[in-house]
């Protein structure tokens, strides 16, 4: 083994391009704990030697991280300093800790940025934890994650499919099945979920594409309604369909009733593995569904879709997409275990939705630009 090496770096194979023997080069010498001090003091390279280290310390203690923010929203810190500043003593009391514990957890909260420390003492809320009080979907979502960390407690076994039974695909009881017999005790601990997770996103698929030529939208898949609500309010003149399990579709027209829209919306419960969506609407949407489930389900999916629209009608997918540049910790990590916990669905990318699209007869893919591409991209398709 030449000098320097460290063991278990690859080698190139004799004839490589440059291109692999450099990189080949490049990871002995990363790997290599004399190089790692070195670039450490060297001017040239510091930065980029530091900022590693940080990376690689983040990666391992993530799973803190994500705990340090779960106790904030849990203990309503955001809420108690939405007002304005507040002291130690103050929060200590609010939150029902010891000045102790309460002065260690605004440490870890300022050091993530979610808190800011004021010169007289007292904490303010930074620009993570404000925009947490603006999103509350967010904080639904985090504290749901107990049951991923539960199931990611040994994630080779999961990845071997050695792990059994998981708490999401409990959680999401239609995963991997039609659902049609679900009963409403089993569908109402993930509606609110599911219910924020769209709102999130609602105004962002409005924006894209407005649904201003429409005369009728369907959402299939659509929960409880949020993203027909917001729809609704979008576009005054549109009727509104909601297609969903039929446990789920009672409490979807029960919310939309309390909305002022009963003369407008109609949920329809169904699956569209166990038959044909109804026909009638012009648009079509899935907010966050396809990714729900693998490809041959999706297939049907859109199948149904295609035979449910008129000619020169629309269907519109918004959701987490693989591939989107500055997204793939979200798409091909976050979603990429999420989903493997859930037991079904992946994040696909344009490319993969477009060929699938094609495949189910639409003949006309475009993407309409977002704001925030990271949290959802839209496809239509007619």
């Not at 199931?151 to 990845?159: E, G, I, K, N």
């Not at 924006?207 to 929960?223: F, K, S």
Request: charged content about 20%; aromatic content about 6%; some cysteine.
């Amino acid at each position: 083994m030449a000098r320097g090496a460290a063991i278990g770096t690859p080698r190139p194979a004799p004839g490589e391009g440059w291109r692999t023997r450099w990189r080949a080069f490049r990871t002995r010498m990363v790997a290599d704990p004399r190089f790692q001090r070195w670039a450490a003091g060297f001017p040239l390279t510091r930065r980029i030697a530091r900022a590693n280290t940080r990376a690689l310390f983040d990666l391992c203690a993530g799973f803190t991280y994500s705990q340090t923010l779960f106790a904030c929203l849990r203990l309503d810190l955001f809420g108690a300093l939405a007002p304005g500043p507040l002291g130690l003593d103050g929060l200590a009391a609010r939150m029902g800790l010891s000045a102790e514990a309460a002065s260690r957890l605004l440490k870890a909260a300022a050091a993530l940025g979610l808190v800011a420390p004021l010169p007289d003492g007292r904490y303010a809320l930074a620009d993570l934890g404000a925009a947490l009080i603006g999103n509350p979907a967010i904080g639904r979502m985090v504290e749901h994650h107990a049951m991923l960390y539960d199931d990611l407690r040994d994630p080779v076994a999961l990845l071997r499919g050695e792990a059994g039974p998981t708490r999401l695909a409990a959680y999401w009881p239609y995963a991997g099945q039609d659902g049609t017999t679900l009963g409403a005790e089993a569908v109402a601990p993930y509606g609110g979920l599911m219910a924020a997770s769209q709102a999130l996103i609602a105004q962002d698929i409005l924006e894209a594409y407005p649904l201003i030529r429409h005369r009728c939208l369907m959402d299939v898949g659509g929960g409880e309604g949020a993203f027909l609500t917001a729809a609704a309010r979008a576009a005054p003149h549109l009727q509104l369909r909601l297609f969903d399990l039929p446990a789920v579709a009672a409490r979807a027209q029960a919310h939309l009733d309390r909305e002022g829209l009963a003369d407008r919306a109609r949920a329809i419960g169904g699956s569209f593995l166990a038959g044909p969506l109804p026909a009638g609407a012009d648009a079509i949407s899935l907010v966050r569904v396809v990714h729900d489930h693998d490809d041959e389900q999706v297939r049907i999916m859109l199948r149904a879709a295609r035979v449910a629209l008129p000619q020169h009608a629309a269907l519109i997918i918004a959701e987490p997409m693989s591939g989107t540049p500055g997204a793939e910790p979200i798409t091909d990590a976050y979603f990429g275990f999420y989903l493997l916990a859930m037991g079904t669905g992946r994040c696909r990318t344009v490319a993969e939705l477009t060929a699938l699209l094609h495949e189910a007869g639409f003949t006309k893919v475009r993407e309409m630009p977002t704001r925030r591409p990271l949290l959802a991209r839209v496809l239509v398709s007619t």
